[in-house]
């Protein structure tokens, strides 16, 4: 599922909700795309350095559980800089996921 986040200049990001496939094929480089660095560093450096230690098991166990964390961790960065939800059914979706609590209202609603 997708949503839409909107931050109070307007800016609206577009926002995959669940789990990540880019992130199980690709690693670290959709975060990194995205422009979240921080996140990109913290997946390059632990997956390096776990995948190093166990012949690259580590790494592909680490991919694989970033892909079910990852798209989560976005939005919380994001909602942290101040985007809210952008309409009813995104903000919705984020509360059913545990994303965000029933307390937080979109600026649209």
Same mark, same amino acid.
């Given at each position: 599922m997708h949503g839409i986040?909107e931050n =109070?200049? =307007? ?7 669940g789990? +990540?496939? *880019?992130t199980? $094929? $690709?690693? $670290?480089f959709p !975060?990194?795309? &995205?422009? @979240?660095?921080?996140? !990109?560093a913290?997946m390059? /450096? +632990?997956m *390096?350095a776990i =995948?190093? $230690?166990t012949? =690259? ?6 991919g694989?559980?970033?892909?079910f964390?990852?798209n989560?961790l976005? /939005?919380? @960065?994001l909602?942290e800089?101040g985007y #809210?939800?952008a309409?009813? #059914? *995104? &903000?919705q979706e984020?509360?059913? &996921?545990g /994303?965000i609590t029933? %307390?937080? #209202?979109s600026? %649209?609603?």
């Open positions: 986040l =109070g200049a =307007g800016l609206q990001k577009k926002v995959k909700i789990f +990540s496939w *880019t199980f $094929f $690709f690693g $670290f !975060a990194l795309f &995205r422009g @979240d660095l921080k996140w !990109a913290i390059f /450096i +632990s *390096t =995948g190093s $230690f012949l =690259g098991v580590g790494a592909w166990i680490l694989i559980i970033f892909a964390v990852y989560k976005y /939005i919380k @960065d909602i800089k #809210q939800p309409n009813e #059914q *995104t &903000r984020l509360v059913n &996921r /994303i029933p %307390t937080v #209202q600026e %649209t609603a």
